[in-house]
């Protein structure tokens, strides 16, 4: 079972390669889950939307926004004003991409063609809740700082940076207010501060995506093996959606569309995968870089208990300051928690984000025991 876990990994993180969101590789992605849910018998439903390119164009919209305030400000009496709330709204569109993985710019921003695949399996008897395993399709980009070994690099970098454009913002609207002229002057280190952070965002984009074997290709295979599993050994009272997402590694736009077309889902619950193929797997109690999320505190005592009861499964509790898929569900109301693997040496999921994510690093028995959790907890829902 778990060598057969390892072959999905190796067809996608190998033969299919990095799966950058909206690239011709996602898409073979896409095309290969479905093919192997319909082995299975499965109807596999293809969702397709847009998603925005790449998850830099958040903080280089900010940035251009700061920019320009900066160049307006000094013009007349009355750009002064407008420059002020451009530099404002900089700092808010920098918040809202931290902690929304999103944009209120969305709509202006480059984008491209993603897609989902989902698939329902039926309980045997009348469905009376559900649950929902998600595990996303694409890899990111092999990242100079929001990668393995520079958690911290990522958490303070934002935080300075959030402090910068609202300073910067700041001294603009009392330039603006008062008619002085040293708030501009004084701007102008952190005008130099942002525009190094647009250079290094734009070379950023220049670097190739990862193969992205851990993140997410160990989650995609595993929720593979449980929609195979399933068809065998449907639960009694619990229909189960495997979601396979696109665009986690941007916007979240693949579970926000998954939202919006299954009203269905609004009391469901979330199983979210994140790169369980390697490290300490462990059930996430906190997430997040600056705004930490937590569980829903159903599940976190559901999978609390399942850790006790199958300690040979060796799961633990863990923090993560990063960012998923549990993020926009937890904010927007839905019950969900995170099941990952963990790097202790970096703090962060195995060789994420970085071209070593490969199919070398991923642990045939670590999919088999994360496969065996999952299947513990839906086991126990069911129940």
């Known amino acids: 079972m778990n060598e057969a876990l390892l072959v999905h990994v190796e067809a996608l993180a190998r033969e299919i390669g990095p799966r950058g969101t909206g690239t011709k590789a996602a898409a073979q992605a896409a095309h290969y889950v479905r093919e192997q849910l319909q082995k299975l018998g499965l109807a596999a439903n293809e969702q397709r939307f847009l998603a925005v390119g790449d998850m830099n164009w958040f903080p280089i919209s900010a940035a251009l926004l700061a920019l320009c305030g900066t160049m307006i400000y000094p013009w007349v009496g009355w750009t002064r004003w407008l420059g002020a709330l451009l530099a404002g709204l900089a700092a808010v569109l920098l918040w809202w991409a931290i902690t929304r993985a999103d944009s209120p710019l969305w709509c202006l921003l480059p984008r491209v063609r993603s897609r989902n695949v989902v698939a329902c399996i039926a309980p045997t008897g009348k469905t009376t809740q559900i649950v929902v395993v998600v595990s996303h399709l694409d890899s990111n980009r092999c990242r100079l700082a929001w990668r393995a070994g520079k958690t911290k690099t990522v958490k303070y970098g934002s935080i300075a940076t959030l ?186 999921l195995p060789y994420w984000h970085t071209c070593e994510d490969t199919v070398e690093h991923v642990s045939a028995a670590a999919l088999g025991r994360a496969a065996g959790f999952v299947w513990e907890m839906l086991q126990e829902i069911d129940r």
Not at 169 to 185: D, E, K, Q, S
Not at 194 to 210: D, F, G, H, Q
Not at 242 to 260: I, S
Request: charged share 25%.
């Open 163 to 348: 402090a910068v454009y609202s300073a910067n913002g700041l001294l603009y609207f009392l330039g603006a207010a008062t008619g002085w002229h040293w708030p501009y002057l004084a701007s102008f280190l952190d005008a130099f501060y942002i525009l190094a952070t647009l250079i290094v965002l734009l070379a950023e984009m220049r670097r190739p995506y990862s193969p992205g074997a851990n993140d997410n290709a160990a989650s995609v295979a595993v929720n593979l093996g449980l929609a195979e599993r399933l068809t065998k050994d449907p639960l009694e009272k619990t229909e189960v959606f495997l979601a396979f997402t696109g665009a986690e590694e941007v916007d979240h736009r693949g579970l926000k569309v998954l939202l919006r077309e299954h009203a269905e889902l609004r009391e469901a619950l979330f199983i979210d995968l994140e790169g369980v193929g390697g490290g300490e797997l462990c059930y996430l109690t906190q997430e997040g870089l600056i705004k930490h999320y937590q569980p829903d505190p159903e599940l976190l005592a559901l999978a609390e208990e399942m850790a006790k009861r199958r300690s040979d499964l060796k799961v633990k509790s863990g923090v993560m300051p990063v960012v998923d898929e549990v993020q926009t569900l937890r904010r927007l109301g839905y019950r969900a928690i995170c099941l990952a693997g963990r790097d202790p040496q970096t703090d962060s």
